[in-house]
């Protein structure tokens, strides 16, 4: 260990917590970030006497790491990357690097879907039930800063393609794929199959005695598992009973198999609505049943769940108007979950920084469902070129205080205004957190 050098490119919340956990176990310790660092980071690494850069890489520096820790948002194409590649230099992701340093049992999230909602509510329920239990990955505070300041016995954590792009030797105890669809396919040549490997790394190193829950209906995810033949023991759920499931829905009700305990639940008891949702309580569930939290725990938390902010978010009602942010849907599939539970005339805003989207998928319940589009983002173009002539009502917006007011005018009594972008946020706002906060506060001045 000794003189290793640990670069760590990115100073974001993973970038800096990988560079808290070297330091912490020794290493000498450099980070580098192409752009400015938040004055909390910047902070955070001068407090630890950590040495960085900022508004640019040094190469030679760089160039001389043992090992390279990569922040999940940069991709492989950079020019930094190409040579970092060409020189050998190993390039591992905070998770790899954090889980190391860790007895604790891993649950793992990953799907283009639903995985901040499962992520969340099954850190409620483990904690709820009295276990100690950290909530990080692409959640909350990082993984590497929870292994180097606390000391948990069970992580949840909720990963993305990116971050699973570089795990190797990390291994998920309970890992759970909620469903895969087209996204990021700007960061994958376009290709659909290099996102699905990124996402089916999730059962990677997993053995018999590890758990695998995964959604049955979702072809994507079948025709992998068929190929790659997962060592670890599956837990299947789906909609309906059908061969191995552990959870399904009949007559009304939820129902969860585990080692040979039957667990049931009215649906409507679900704090969550929608089915995208029962699916997101389902594998919730067997987590919980697997590490055995009680029925009665179980039911109490399913039940008691707030919710995720930025996440089909009531905001307010604003003369008979009912407003929702789901500012988190950055891509099509998110859009389409909440658009099915719309129940009225929908005014829907959407826009952004495309990620390559197919708005095929959409455009029934868009018809069916959606007086008003209000397309807020820079260049508009493909939305148009989709969208023109499908709804008889659609108007542009540059700023979100704009296309509030917009949606103000157009709206009557009993309709509902639903911020579901199905695309990034960085061409008007810092991230999706950032534009959801801007449509609250927008709301609330109404």
Known sequence: MDGKLIVILGGGESGVGAAILAQKKGFEVFLSDNGTLADEHRQTLQSYRIDFEENGHTEL?????????????????????????????????????????????????????????????????????????????NIGKSFARQVAEESYDYYVLELSSFQLEGVYDFKADIA???????????????????????????IRNQETEDAFIYWIDDPLVTKEIEKLKPAATSYPFGEKKKDHAAAYTENGKLYIQTKGNIFDMELELLALEGIHNVYNSMASGIVAKLMDVSDEQLRASLSDFKG??????????????Q???????????????????????????????????????????????VSTLIFLGKDNSKLHAFFDGKVDVIREADSMKKAVDIAYQLTQRGDTVLLSPCCASFDLFKNYEDRGDQFRECVRRL
């Open 61 to 137: 520096r760089i160039l001389r790491a043992d090992e390279i820790i990569k922040s999940p948002g940069i991709p492989d194409s950079m020019p930094i990357l190409q040579k970092i590649s060409a020189k050998g230099v190993p390039v591992i992701s905070e998770i790899e690097f954090a889980g190391r340093y860790t007895d604790a049992k891993m649950i793992c999230i990953t799907g283009s879907n639903g995985k901040t909602t499962t992520a969340s509510l099954i850190y409620h329920i483990l904690q709820s039930a009295g276990l100690n239990v950290g909530l990080g990955g």
């Open 176 to 202: 759970v794929l909620l469903n895969i669809t087209p996204d990021h396919l700007d960061r994958y040549d376009h290709n659909l199959q290099y996102y699905v490997d990124a996402k089916m790394r999730i």
């Open 308 to 321: 995720v902010p930025h996440r089909l978010e009531k905001v307010a009602s604003v003369r008979g108007v």
């Open 323 to 369: 407003y929702i942010n789901d500012s988190k849907a950055t891509n099509v599939n998110s859009c389409w979950y909440a658009l099915q539970s719309m129940r009225t005339r929908t005014v829907l805003i959407l826009g952004g920084t495309d990620k390559g989207n197919d708005y095929t998928e959409i455009e029934e319940l868009v018809r069916k469902k």
